[in-house]
């Protein structure tokens, strides 16, 4: 029973040992086989915000002829600069010139119109427009107001003095008939004289008649159009307000269609906006081009200023401000690094899938022969810098899920401990450490799991 008793005892005594080693030595593990480690070093913490775009020129613009046509010079080649306002390329204008110089004499022809509308009628021109309106008031009246009584007596009296001259020619000739010393030929005198009697006779009966009559609904109408005919000729002579308004505006279509005219003429030159370099041609000689070419008839882009536009969410934006510079990598020339800047920070965000985004404009500063609009572009902006402070990866770092607190595993030997610690400012690779590690600890990388036969235990807070 000795030493069973003994047994028991040996046991009680591992029991307290292994308690012991448990308060005493601090959580403790046995170190796993092969772990990454890293040392807590003092330095620089660069934090910094990386975006991709595409290099883009400060002005860029498709240009396309305002008019159909046929092309009949192109004045450019890719990659040659102009200037402002040089000509670039010509559609053939013979028809266009033609058309301008027809506006040019209808200008010219509403121009005399409106002189002569607003001077008015010479004297002698108003005075022969104002005595045909008398004349044909006098003509109207006359005719509505019947014959007059002393012309309509006259008018009898010679019908009475036409068969007076008929009675006496009837009596010649019957004499002459009954005349044994009549002639035949003077038979047939006498009988002229009858004939040509009885005509004016009845010539005056009718004129009498017609007189007594008076005028005929035709004849009114007749002088009532004359008359209306002559005012509207004198009106014409003295122009109203509404006249000299019309003649205004007649003039003032005659010079919009002249200069419209113009304007096409021009069209059919392309010259450049701005200062810059061409960078497509897409027309050539003796093509039929319309009013717009998909990509445009010639491309200029000025490529004097490069920038890049970027997307930057809500949370980071914040971190920006104008004038930050920026590092700038291209993916055609790996190795190189070129400057830049922020120019503009959008004030107003872009919503997108309920995500709100704004737009950064970053300018490069560098005037490298070599860069291209539309090259791949990533962008590292520094936000923050902070000198000599304690150092640890990011990949050492972990977080407790429920109390957001950080943690570490130091590693000590072949020991393991697991310590809260206290960050500050976090870039991409290392965070800044305030509490909980000293300058030169290991401390261990990815993930550590202990033996199932022990646990730790956490120093710290």
Not at 39 to 64: D, F, H, Y
Request: aromatic share 4%.
């Amino acid at each position: 029973m000795r030493w069973r008793r003994g047994l028991l005892f040996g046991g009680l005594v591992l029991v307290v040992l292994i308690g012991g080693w448990w308060l005493l030595g601090g959580a403790r593990a046995q170190r796993p086989a092969r772990i990454e480690t890293a040392t807590v070093r003092r330095g620089t913490l660069r934090v910094t915000l990386s975006a991709a775009g595409k290099i883009r020129p400060r002005a860029q613009a498709a240009l396309n002829f305002a008019t159909a046509g046929t092309v009949a010079e192109v004045l450019v080649r890719e990659g040659d600069r102009v200037r402002k306002g040089q000509p670039l390329a010509r559609l053939e204008t013979a028809d266009l010139e033609l058309a301008v110089r027809q506006a040019e004499v209808a200008y010219l022809t509403q121009q005399v119109i409106y002189s002569q509308t607003v001077q008015g009628p010479k004297p002698e021109e108003l005075a022969a427009a104002r005595a045909a309106v008398r004349s044909a008031q006098a003509t109207l009246q006359a005719l509505a107001a019947g014959p007059d009584p002393l012309d309509l007596e006259l008018a009898r009296l010679n019908w009475e003095i036409a068969k007076n001259a008929l009675w006496q020619a009837q009596l010649t000739r019957d004499k002459t008939a009954g005349s044994p010393l009549s002639a035949p030929i003077d038979l047939e005198l006498a009988k002229a004289r009858v004939g040509q009697s009885e005509l004016q006779a009845e010539i005056a009966r009718l004129q009498y008649e017609k007189l007594k009559a008076g005028a005929r609904p035709e004849q009114l109408e007749a002088a009532r159009a004359q008359l209306a005919q002559a005012q509207a000729n004198l009106a014409r002579l003295q122009p109203d307000a509404l006249t000299l308004e019309r003649a205004r505006w007649q003039l003032e279509q005659a010079r919009l269609q002249l200069e419209q005219a113009r304007r096409r003429l021009e069209q059919a030159t392309l010259v450049a906006p701005f200062d810059g370099t061409v960078t497509a041609v897409n027309i050539e000689v003796g093509q039929v081009v319309g009013a717009g070419i998909p990509g445009g008839a010639i491309v200029l882009a000025d490529l004097s200023d490069l920038h890049l536009d970027l997307t930057v969410d809500e949370v980071d934006v914040v971190r920006l401000r104008e004038g930050m510079p920026v590092a700038i990598t291209l993916d055609a020339m790996p190795g190189r690094i070129f400057q830049g800047h922020i120019e503009t920070i959008a004030p107003a965000a872009a919503e997108a899938g309920g995500t709100s985004t704004y737009r950064v404009r970053v300018v490069l500063d560098d005037r490298d022969p070599a860069l291209r609009a539309g090259m791949s572009a990533s962008v590292e902006i520094e936000v923050k810098r902070r000198e000599n402070v304690l150092l640890v990866p990011n990949a050492a770092v972990r977080r407790d899920r429920e109390t957001g607190r950080a943690f570490a595993y130091r590693v000590v030997g072949d020991r393991i401990q697991e310590v809260e610690i206290r960050l500050g400012a976090q870039g991409e690779a290392e965070s800044e450490v305030l509490e909980g590690l000293q300058e030169g600890d290991q401390i261990a990388l990815g993930e550590v799991r202990p033996p199932s036969a022990f646990r730790f235990f956490r120093f710290g807070r």
